[in-house]
């Protein structure tokens, strides 16, 4: 079912008065799903930021977008039929050429829900159809369900930011393992999703604290 504005706000307040801790710090939660983005096309942005930082993918996905305009985004038919070699020199790389248009190739043939249709899965069932895809894992089918579907309780262990606000969070001296980022996430249920995003803001803050430190002298 699709959750109207409104009331997505009242749970993702009740969210943040579930969490505590590092709430304080950075504020009021600004995480919102991006309205209308089909699942297909959540799908391919999500593919386009696997393993980068935010900049580089946003550069990347806006030249891929670019290649098909005027439209706002390429239909699976588009990708299809688009020529690879000015796929890549979007700065895609061949892998995610070759993601992208199995993504394309299965919204196509329907396999890939609606946005309606996606409403009525939970996010286990999606997870497990849509990984089935080339070049889909868990993480980008993960991103595609906190800001395409709006799901509040996806909690993407394997998610470097997340992983990074955590350590920093807690004051650990490594990067939390798989098992153990699965253990700390029960505590925010059913609300991971907002936990998830104060992270990422709490890792995107050391960052900028690591950035703006004078050089140390040799």
Not at 112 to 123: E, S, Y
Not at 140 to 151: K, N, Q, S
Request: positive net charge; glycine residues 8%; contains cysteine.
């Amino acid at each position: 079912m699709i959750v109207p504005p409104e009331e997505f706000r009242t749970r993702v307040e009740a969210g943040v008065a579930h969490l505590n801790g590092i709430i304080t710090r950075e504020g009021e939660c600004r995480l919102l799903p991006s309205r209308g983005v089909s699942p297909y096309e959540g799908l391919v942005r999500s593919v386009a930021y696997q393993q980068l930082q935010g900049k580089a993918a946003d550069a990347i996905l806006a030249r891929f977008v670019a290649l098909f305009a005027p439209a706002p985004f390429p239909s699976p038919a588009d990708v299809l039929a688009a020529d690879t070699v000015a796929l890549r020199a979007s700065g895609l790389s061949g892998s995610k050429v070759a993601a992208i248009r199995a993504i394309a190739a299965e919204a196509a043939a329907g396999t890939i829900p609606d946005l309606a249709g996606a409403h009525t899965v939970d996010d286990a069932e999606l997870i497990s159809r849509l990984t089935a895809i080339r070049g889909v894992g868990t993480w980008t089918v993960e991103m595609m369900l906190i800001f395409t579907l709006g799901r509040l309780d996806v909690w993407p262990v394997n998610d470097f930011g997340v992983r990074s606000g955590t350590r920093v969070a807690f004051g650990y001296d490594e990067l939390p393992g798989r098992r153990q980022m699965a253990e700390l996430g029960e505590r925010w249920r059913p609300y991971r999703s907002i936990a998830s995003w104060y992270l990422w803001r709490t890792a995107e803050r050391q960052g900028r604290r690591k950035s703006a430190a004078p050089a140390t002298a040799p």
